[in-house]
């Protein structure tokens, strides 16, 4: 199993089956092998991995992994968050772009780019190579400098090779040598609630040319679902004996996502005189407030991000009310099938 998508097993435990995946989401795992010493370059092998539906078992679908055996210098790059969601705005996260040489010869110009994904800033002076340690940053600005002990350099840049990129071109991995590059970002506000996948391309010389471009494993960032609302009453100043009140109640949903609200009436803190009822209506003012989500209690359905729903709190009297003033609490409670 690879829960956070950095590509590297979290345990050794063999996967025979998926937890309950709900609709759009995403499972990650990762296959391992061994190449056997008898094998010689330019051999290949390919490992098919199979997927059955428990619920429909005419759904299926299969994936070819390929792999290719050589004598020359073989990269393995990974990507990495340190966190796997948060809320927006929020910052500042970490990515790790990590390399591995496991084959028997050095590699050499190691090219990584990445694009900062939409709904994300890159952290200016944030970069740090794993040669020449966290106290050291390196340049946004400069393409060109090239930074460590020759010939173990990296050039770094922010936005200056590719637009919207960071850009390391690392000159040697000897073999077994590995690292690795971070760099930070802030999660932008405003966001509603999604999945931010980013990947990195990366092309190397294996000592033999040039090779790529391929691909990271995909680091996937989850912009959390804020919830925040407000709910606004209405003072009626005077009412008749006997008569039907009406109060318009307002709700506005101030979250970044769509979600639904139950409605209920405190009837211990109210101050009517006995006898009084009530009745709660859709903001059309003629329809019943419905339990949408069928968890027993009237809601207001799904209410966007910034969208406001009318509430309409009908109170009828008793013939031989007086006095006040009188009041009733409404309760609007984020529905738990939804929050």
Partial sequence: EDANGNGVPDNFTPVTVTPSLAPGAAYRFVVVGSVPGTQVGGDIARVRISALSNFDNAQ???NTDVVTVTGNAVLSVTKGIDQ????????????????????????????????????????????????TG????????????????????????????TPGAVTAQINNIPSGQSGNITFQVNVNAGLSPQTIDNSARYAYNDGAGNV???????APFTVNQAVSFTFTGQTVASALQGST?????????????????????????????????????????????????S???????????????????????PTGATGGP???DKVATLSTEYG
Avoid: C, H, K
């Fill in 84 to 131: 796997s969601n948060g809320a927006s705005p929020s910052g500042p996260r970490t990515y790790t772009i990590a390399y591995t040489n496991s084959g028997n010869a050095a590699a050499s110009a190691l090219r990584i780019t990445d694009v900062i994904p939409a709904g994300m800033t890159y952290v200016p002076g944030s970069a740090r190579w794993s040669v």
């Fill in 245 to 293: 009140v009406t109060f318009t109640n307002t709700l506005t949903n101030n979250g970044n996502g769509s979600d639904v609200f139950d409605i209920d009436v405190n009837t211990l803190t109210a101050t009517f005189p006995a006898g009084w009822t009530y009745q709660l209506y859709q903001s059309n003012g003629v329809a019943l407030l419905n339990d949408t989500n």
């Fill in 60 to 62: 299926t679908a299969f």
């Fill in 295 to 317: 968890n027993g209690i009237p809601d207001t359905g799904p209410l966007a991000a910034g969208a406001s729903y009318s509430v309409i709190l009908r109170v009828t009297l």
């Fill in 212 to 218: 790529g471009p391929f691909f990271t494993n995909l």
């Fill in 134 to 161: 966290a106290g050291t940053p390196l340049t946004d600005a400069d393409s060109t400098d090239a930074q460590g002990v020759n010939p173990n350099t990296v050039r770094f840049d922010y936005n200056v090779a």
């Fill in 326 to 328: 009188y009041s009733v």
